[in-house]
T-cell receptor, first 116, second 116 residues
Framework: GAGVSQSPSNKVTEKGKDVELRCDPI?????LYWYRQRLGQGLEFLIY????????KSGLPSDRFSAERTGESVSTLTIQRTQQEDSAVYLC????FGLGQTGELFFGEGSRLTVL | AQKVTQAQTEISVVEKEDVTLDCVYE???????LFWYKQPPSGELVFLIR??????QNEISGRYSWNFQKSTSSFNFTITASQVVDSAVYFC?????????????FGKGTRLSVIA
């Protein structure tokens, strides 16, 4: 497809389990971003990739969160030992250029995570 | 530190009314970018506008207009003759354009309901 694709769209898991969320950015977009949106809240920055490297990991809430990107394409956000406070919509976005050019961000529809 | 404040949590208007969504930002940088995004019920954020800090000209796009005032650190968004399809959550965001760059920082959003 032409847009940012995220999977799964919905994930329900039990507390303590690990989850993986996937993001397929728009082809050719060098920059990729993960945000978290809790119910009724704004977007909270998690991590940013420029190519395959992550110059800014400052937003990751704890060491249970990690992310990687391979081939300047797909990115995976992993949450280990999930907690109920991890329940949120995880949004991925990509842009043609990095933040230096501050191009428009294109967002996916998000992965809704519910931790029981 | 950068910060975006959208004081209006929810607004309801009757169709055809004009409505203004407020956005106030804080930054120590002299060069920065301001954005508005729309998040309809489907969840996918849609880019509306980007404005750099050196361009204070107001912009109009159809029924949408934006008023950027550096003197009051505000970047307000007005919808003229609102329609039901305008119902969504609207986010204002800021990015500082310094070396190392910063990711978009979003406000908490304003939920607009347009009633027929």
């Amino acid at each position: 497809g032409a847009g940012v694709s995220q999977s799964p769209s919905n994930k329900v898991t039990e507390k303590g389990k690990d989850v993986e969320l996937r993001c397929d950015p728009i082809s050719g977009h060098t920059a990729l971003y993960w945000y978290r949106q809790r119910l009724g809240q704004g977007l909270e920055f998690l991590i940013y990739f420029q190519g395959n490297s992550a110059p800014d990991k400052s937003g990751l809430p704890s060491d249970r969160f990690s992310a990687e990107r391979t081939g300047e394409s797909v990115s995976t956000l992993t949450i280990q030992r999930t907690q109920q406070e991890d329940s949120a919509v995880y949004l991925c976005a990509s842009s043609l250029f990095g933040l230096g050019q501050t191009g428009e961000l294109f967002f996916g529809e998000g992965s809704r995570l519910t931790v029981l | 530190a950068q910060k975006v404040t959208q004081a209006q949590t929810e607004i309801s208007v009757v169709e055809k009314e004009d409505v203004t969504l407020d956005c106030v930002y804080e930054t120590r940088d002299t060069t920065y970018y301001l954005f508005w995004y729309k998040q309809p019920p489907s969840g996918e954020l849609v880019f509306l506008i980007r404005r750099n800090s050196f361009d204070e000209q107001n912009e109009i796009s159809g029924r949408y207009s934006w008023n950027f005032q550096k003197s009051t650190s505000s970047f307000n968004f007005t919808i003229t003759a609102s329609q039901v399809v305008d119902s969504a959550v609207y986010f204002c965001a800021l990015s500082e354009a310094k070396s190392g760059n910063t990711p978009l920082v979003f406000g908490k959003g304003t939920r607009l309901s347009v009633i027929a």
